[in-house]
């Protein structure tokens, strides 16, 4: 092995302690947005720019975005910037604002307040985001410890609202700072991953959600000539939708983890309280997710012939609307820089072979995709994510520390 990574890598071992006392204090500032009744992030940056400190990087600085519910009036966006010694940039993108802990009861220690068990950190926050917060930290650490000037720049992202939508985080980022990216840059967001570290996440799918109103006529159950039952149409137009999108929608593509779209039928809101009633309206909804190929509204299309047609031999109407939709931007391509420097870091520092994949989801990396930016999203994680009893291990922060410095390094 090469020499100046090899002592990178003992460097980073010797982190653990650090690391734990990282996670302990960002644990301690719930950094809750303003739809969770919380005062956003600000807070919780000055904890990481106290950190920063020992760190000394060549540039730090901040992109506020003006939001007028928090105290502050802003959302911050926190930037440091290590040079390099070549050409070539690299950005780890993490977020600071977290989700809120849910049930309270479901927690087995206070989520604000860190628990160390062996291995394992628990609290809000400890693995989304904070492990990237922290992984991506303790790489640059390592240089600066081992008077090591990084081959590429070094450019790390604190960003806000990513649990909200991220128009004031990343959104607003690549709205008023473009010139901050560019598409030669390698940009990772360690916000997903599994838990062997393998999975680098270059592709999403489509996302529509549809909500179906069917409209019939109520009665008495034991005269249903005098009613049009909604049950009964929705009953039959859910399975006519599914094997309409089934039957048409047929593509597949390797490339995702479950490689053909998904037509999931999900909500259905109550109707009639009592048994001897038959309902005169019916509210159901699906939840889909195609391949990028297809167009959301030949999706859409589908569904409103479909549902329209049974609506009519039903004898009911129906009205189908899009309650949500988010139309995939082109994959980052497998061979992408990025990716290569994620795939051969992972192999260097584990000996593991990771594969590049399309996942169902969606995560920030989106943004990026949409302004032409290749970004991969990976990290070594046990998928605790939003979860009670939210954990991250201190080994896996020190492996994502050790294969961050590899591609620091420009191995
Ligand atoms: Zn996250």
Not at 375 to 403: C, F, G, M, Q
Request: charged share 25%; net charge negative; glycine share 8%.
């Amino acid at each position: 092995m090469n020499e100046e990574l090899a002592r990178l890598y003992a460097r980073i071992d010797t982190y653990i302690e650090e690391m734990a006392a990282f996670q302990t204090e960002l644990t301690a500032v719930p950094a809750l947005g303003p739809e969770s009744g919380g005062q956003g992030e600000g807070e919780k940056v000055r904890v990481i720019e106290r950190w920063l400190e020992r760190l000394r990087p060549d540039e730090v600085f901040q992109v506020d975005a003006p939001d007028p519910r928090v105290a502050s009036g802003v959302r911050p966006n926190l930037m440091a910037r290590l040079h390099g010694r070549n050409q070539g940039r690299v950005w780890v993108l993490s977020h600071v604002d977290v989700v809120p802990p849910g049930e309270p009861g479901l927690w087995v220690t206070d989520p604000w307040v860190l628990k160390r068990e062996g291995d394992f950190v628990y609290g809000r926050g400890v693995e989304d985001n904070q492990h990237g917060i922290v992984a991506s930290f303790f790489a640059a650490q390592a240089f600066r410890d081992e008077g090591l000037v990084p081959g590429r720049e070094v450019a790390l992202a604190f960003v806000a609202d990513e649990e909200t939508g991220s128009r004031l985080g990343l959104g607003y980022l690549l709205n008023t700072r473009p010139d901050l990216f560019s598409p030669d840059d390698l940009i990772i967001v360690p916000d997903a991953g599994k838990p062997d570290g393998t999975l680098i996440e270059v592709a999403e799918k489509s996302l529509l959600w549809l909500r179906f109103t069917v409209t019939g006529k109520q009665c008495h159950a034991s005269t249903p000539d005098q009613g049009r039952n909604t049950l009964r149409a929705a009953a039959r137009m859910i399975t006519a939708l599914d094997d309409d999108f089934h039957g048409f929608f047929t593509a597949a593509d390797p490339l995702y983890t479950l490689p053909a779209s998904t037509f999931e039928p999900t909500r259905k809101e109550a109707n009639v309280p009592n048994v001897n009633t038959i309902p005169g309206e019916d509210v159901f909804y699906f939840d889909t997710r195609v391949l990028p190929a297809y167009s959301l509204a030949d999706v859409k299309d589908r569904a409103q012939r479909v549902a329209q047609g049974v609506a009519e031999a039903s004898g009911v109407t129906v009205r189908v609307e899009s309650v949500n939709e988010v139309q995939a931007p082109k994959p980052t391509p497998t061979d992408a820089p990025v990716v290569q420097a994620l795939f051969r870091a992972i192999a260097a520092v584990t000996g593991r072979t990771a594969k590049p994949q399309g996942i169902g989801g969606g995560t920030v990396a989106a943004l990026f995709r949409e302004k032409g930016l290749p970004a991969a999203v990976w990290s070594t994680i046990d998928h605790y994510a939003h979860a009670p009893n939210e954990r991250d291990r201190l080994s896996n922060l020190v492996t994502d520390a050790k294969i961050l410095a590899h591609v620091y390094w420009g191995a």
